[in-house]
């Protein structure tokens, strides 16, 4: 199992230009989610999936789109870069155990946006 | 709406000390308890969890961390600090109650790095 990957590693846009995040799993999990991080501040949840075709927002979904086509990947998209969403980005999925959602990060997605 | 604080953005002990990171909660219901650990330039990795039954809970590394109710708190611990330990830590949250689907969302605090002097 290669476990979360994401794609890019790094990635420098300028202002105004638009990318997508790509993010898949091989484990079959049926919930996968968007976090982005940011010195001082945590991890914080930008979109989520419980499912192929099911999306919904999280805290901070503004500037980003996503969607779920398939169980296994679930890209983030970036439409009009912003200074802002210069940041460390994450993805996680996650099969309900017993009792609640063990998630599983990737190693995450370096942005910059001059 | 649950929130989680995290006391000490940085804490730095002695190899062999005790560490103890602190974690409180706020939530009208007790939520589940997570702890995870993020080395330098890597995603991150569940140190241990809290969901029920025995409020003492061990995970890897040799990490322990008590649920106190009354007070709110999911304090992580460890005996004896090893060079290794050095990373930042992060508690987070998550709801009992599955809105939507939603009980997989995590909210975390906003960190405490951990470094361990020799």
């Known amino acids: 199992n290669a476990g979360v990957t994401q794609t890019p590693k790094f990635q420098v846009l300028k202002t105004g230009q638009s990318m997508t995040l790509q993010c898949a799993q091989d484990?079959?999990?049926?919930?996968m989610s968007w976090y982005r991080q940011d010195p001082g501040m945590g991890l914080r949840l930008i979109h989520y999936?419980?499912?192929?075709?099911?999306?919904d927002q999280g805290e901070v979904p503004n500037g980003y789109n996503v969607s779920r086509s398939t169980t296994e990947d679930f890209p983030l998209r970036l439409l009009s870069a912003a200074p802002s969403q210069t940041s460390v980005y994450f993805c996680?999925?996650?099969?309900?155990?017993?009792?609640?959602?063990?998630?599983?990060f990737g190693p995450g997605t370096r942005l910059t946006v001059t | 709406a649950q929130s989680v604080t995290q006391l000490g953005s940085h804490v730095s002990v002695s190899e062999g000390a005790l560490v103890l990171l602190r974690c409180n909660y706020s939530s009208s219901v007790p939520p589940y308890l997570f702890w995870y650990v993020q080395y330098p330039n890597q995603g991150l990795q569940l140190l241990l969890k809290y969901t029920t039954g025995a409020t003492l809970v061990k995970g890897i590394n040799g990490f322990e961390a008590e649920f106190k109710k009354s007070e709110t708190s999911f304090h992580l611990t460890k005996p004896s600090a090893h060079m290794s330990d050095a990373a930042e830590y992060f508690c987070?949250?998550?709801?009992?109650?599955?809105?939507?689907?939603?009980?997989?969302?995590?909210?975390f605090g906003k960190g405490t790095k951990l470094s361990v002097k020799p």
């Open positions: 484990m079959n999990h049926e919930y």
């Open positions: 996680a999925s996650s099969m309900r155990d017993r009792v609640t959602y063990e998630q599983y």
């Open positions: 987070a949250v998550s709801s009992r109650v599955n809105y939507g689907g939603s009980q997989g969302n995590l909210i």
């Open positions: 999936s419980v499912g192929a075709g099911i999306t």
